[in-house]
């Protein structure tokens, strides 16, 4: 062929673009492919050079972002072909601005897109196709999004993937999940495993990267192994996970609300606007919502402690100071051989304007047998006397208790602005800072000041109660059985952050005597006077 006659030759490219997988199994490219070879045959000027297709690729990506798009558009540059066959525009793209970079392209190469629908695609027929695709992306997005809300609401299943311990079970308008009791591993099924799992992050105080190395110690597949699933790589489901147990699929799995029976859609979304939609369904559930929450401590905790340096201190990141609101810190005296709670904001400090809290330290032997005396005593008898004598002594002044805590701390706070400010004055002055960071510090002291301010004058004579809940009966129940078996110093630790919500130390008065506000999780608050260390302070000895 001359070179004339290879200029005049009408060589073809085609491209086929379907978005899903549901599409992908349904075929769909096929029609496409179809199409275009029926044009094709109908043409006797036209040669084909090649066919290019990608599967399960969404539109929304650019072209020279797609596994085959990407070939095509190198072939395109080094001249291989001169017109570009589509089903139509909406295959090439479905965002206005990718497409009228491909015309531009297309164009300084010299090549024809001809569509099956909308025919040769030039000048302002390309620019008018495109915003009709764009308009009808946005018109599908809104559309789509308008039914997953209302399947949302309605608790149907939405599409994704099944988490772990559940089945689809119907299809289209009347799919919704349920348990899932088919066997995983052994001889446990998928909801067994999850259960195991919030076990051990409440019950044993496992953190997730332990439970990973159990889970793949045990063999234990993971839910995309056993549902021969396989991982997205750029768009495209293609390969296949190692199945390997990791700490974050642990913790993403433990934070879903639908395992105590909340479905909720769009709430992995990274849009602003996105709401978040929640339905209840109790039959769901597959922990107590009792059991949900104290795996959501366990994670929050283990987010701000470390691992144990070899001793175990029972109250470890439950006691806080009333007076600054840092954690009291634990650490053992060698030469007495006791241990002690120190204020943070005592060992620290809070920085160079607002110098070191003034709280008093906490003897560990004192304290510590006042708790575990009333959690072992929960646990045996959860009707105890002592329960009852608990909740009593605070019938009439709990609220009175929550309030005076609640103005203290305020109070602390009004005192601790007032000596950063005149902190701050002494460091301008001496020339510490310069007179644009004075004012700004001073500013920003007036700003918390009048915060504080507010919420001092809004406090009330009295405060509302907020209701006890019941602890789970089984959750109560294994925790007896471990009690009566004998526990580690660190299962006990476990079972304190489990049972106490936290215990906040207060220094009042001229005499800094020192008083803890223990918050228990199965009963109402209970106020301690803190002895001394010489121990002449009047306080509740463990029964």
């Known amino acids: 062929m001359t070179i004339e006659a290879q200029k005049a030759a ?5 491209y086929e673009r379907v978005s899903s997988e549901d599409q992908r199994e349904r075929d769909t490219i096929r029609t496409q492919q179809d199409e275009l070879a029926r044009r094709l045959e109908s043409d006797p000027s036209a040669v084909l050079f090649k066919r290019y297709a990608d599967n399960g690729v969404t539109g929304t990506r650019p072209l020279a972002d797609r596994p085959s798009g990407k070939q095509l558009l190198r072939d395109a540059e080094s001249h291989l072909f001169n017109e570009l066959w589509i089903y139509n525009l909406k295959r090439l793209g479905r965002k206005k601005i990718d497409l009228l970079v491909l015309q531009q392209r ?10 099956l629908q909308e025919g040769e695609l030039t000048g302002i027929g390309f620019d008018i196709h495109a915003i009709l695709a764009d308009y009808d992306r946005e018109y599908f997005l809104n559309l789509s999004a308008d039914g997953m809300n209302r399947a949302a609401r309605e608790g149907r299943y939405t599409g994704g993937i099944v988490p772990l311990g559940y089945k689809v079970v119907g299809q289209k308008q009347t799919a919704h999940l349920e348990p899932s009791t088919e066997t995983m591993w052994a001889d446990l099924s998928e909801a067994d495993v999850v259960r195991r799992l919030y076990n051990h992050l409440t019950l044993d105080g496992w953190s997730c990267v332990r439970i990973a190395k159990e889970f793949n110690g045990l063999g234990l597949p993971t839910d995309y192994i056993h549902d021969n699933r396989e991982v997205e790589i750029k768009g495209q489901r293609k390969k296949h996970t190692q199945g390997v147990w990791r700490s974050g699929h642990i913790r993403n799995l433990v934070v879903n609300p639908i395992y105590k029976g909340v479905l909720q859609y769009g709430r992995r979304s990274d849009k602003p606007d996105r709401e978040v939609i929640s339905k209840t369904i109790p039959s769901l559930a597959l922990v107590s919502e009792e059991v949900w929450n104290a795996a959501q401590e366990t994670l929050k905790r283990n987010r701000t402690i470390g691992p144990s340096a070899g001793r175990v201190y029972l109250l470890k990141s439950v006691i806080k100071c009333g007076n600054c609101g840092l954690t009291y810190v634990a650490s053992w005296n060698e030469n007495r ?48 006397d002592l329960i009852k004598e608990l909740a009593g002594e605070q019938e009439d002044n709990t609220s009175a208790l929550v309030q005076e805590a609640e103005r203290i701390t305020l109070e602390k706070a009004m005192e601790q602005l007032a000596a950063r400010r005149k902190n701050a004055i002494n460091l301008g002055t001496r020339g510490r800072i310069t007179d644009a960071e004075l004012d700004e510090l001073l500013d920003e002291i007036t700003r918390k000041k009048a915060v504080v301010q507010e919420k001092l004058q809004a406090l009330q004579p009295e405060v509302e109660e907020e209701p006890i809940k019941q602890l789970d009966e089984d959750l109560v129940t294994e925790l007896r059985k471990r009690l009566d078996a004998g526990l580690t110093p660190l299962q006990k630790q476990e079972i304190v952050r489990l049972l106490v919500k936290k215990i906040t130390i207060y220094t009042e008065g001229a005499e800094r005597k020192r008083r803890a506000l223990i918050e228990y999780r199965f009963t109402k608050p209970a106020s301690v006077a803190v002895p001394t260390s010489t121990g002449r302070d009047s306080w509740r000895p463990p029964a």
């Open 10 to 14: 009408r060589i073809v490219a085609t």
């Open 106 to 115: 297309f164009k300084s190469l010299g090549i024809k897109v001809i569509s």
């Open 337 to 384: 051989n006791q241990v002690w709670y120190r204020c943070n904001g005592h060992l620290t400090g809070r920085g160079p304007t607002e110098g070191r809290c003034t709280a008093k330290d906490v003897k560990g032997d004192y304290l510590e047998p006042v708790v575990w005396t009333d959690i072992d005593t929960f646990l045996r008898d959860p009707g105890s």
